[in-house]
T-cell receptor, first 113, second 107 residues
Framework: GAVVSQHPSRVICKSGTSVKIECRSL??????MFWYRQFPKQSLMLMAT?????????EQGVEKDKFLINHASLTLSTLTVTSAHPEDSSFYICSARLAVTQYFGPGTRLLVL | RKEVEQDPGPFNVPEGATVAFNCTYSNSASQSFFWYRQDCRKEPKLLMS???SGNEDGRFTAQLNRASQYISLLIRDSKLSDSATYLC????????FGAGTRLFVKA
């Protein structure tokens, strides 16, 4: 099956710092990637849809200036959490679409102290 | 009404049991349907796509009823390793994930 990688897998940072998370499709090209957030014992929440070569589409309630998304190539999308705060601590998961199927990265656990 | 609704769970079943999960969706224009499995603290992984004709993969059988906008997943001969959260996923203009149903298989 298609493989999606995510880096880093875990990050701990101080409040106020920015954190960049990378999502790569390893064996296919993805014009569309998705960023999700999942809090403990809750369901996946779509944050934004990342489109190669154009601006990301953010879901209602997600601050685009806080969660910066860049999809500069067909195999890489990045999510930058700017000025992170403890409430941003969560499990961030990306996915890439191949045809109609989404394949997920292994996720990044962010802890903001 | 949620766009994709699943049985709330959790389902607690003994090894060897047969368990069925149901899912309904609201958008009749939806075009693709999937079941994903998510283990605790891990990413979702594709379990199987769901086709109108129904499809089977080993102990897993998926059914789709477009008229009723209903999807099901049947797991036969449950194993301890089947314990996970099962996500119903419906694709169209947007991909919508259900909230998931937790399954616990006990020895």
């Amino acid at each position: 099956g298609a493989v999606v990688s995510q880096h880093p897998s875990r990050v701990i940072c101080k409040s106020g710092t920015s954190v960049k998370i990378e999502c790569r499709s390893l064996d296919f090209q993805a014009t569309t990637m998705f960023w999700y957030r999942q809090f403990p014992k809750q369901s996946l929440m779509l944050m934004a849809t990342s489109n190669e070569g154009s601006k990301a589409t953010y879901e209602q309630g997600v601050e685009k200036d806080k969660f910066l998304i860049n999809h500069a190539s067909l195999t890489l999308s990045t999510l930058t959490v700017t000025s992170a705060h403890p409430e941003d601590s969560s499990f961030y998961i990306c996915s890439a679409r191949l045809a109609v199927t989404q394949y997920f990265g292994p996720g990044t656990r962010l802890l903001v102290l | 009404r949620k766009e994709v609704e699943q049985d709330p769970g959790p389902f607690n079943v003994p090894e060897g049991a047969t368990v069925a999960f149901n899912c309904t969706y609201s958008n009749s224009a939806s075009q693709s349907f999937f079941w994903y499995r998510q283990d605790c603290r891990k990413e979702p992984k594709l379990l199987m796509s769901v086709y109108s004709s129904g499809n089977e993969d080993g102990r897993f059988t998926a059914q789709l009823n477009r008229a009723s906008q209903y999807i099901s997943l049947l797991i036969r001969d449950s194993k301890l390793s089947d314990s996970a959260t099962y996500l119903c996923v419906v694709g169209g203009f947007k991909t919508i994930f259900g909230a998931g149903t937790r399954l616990f298989v006990k020895a």
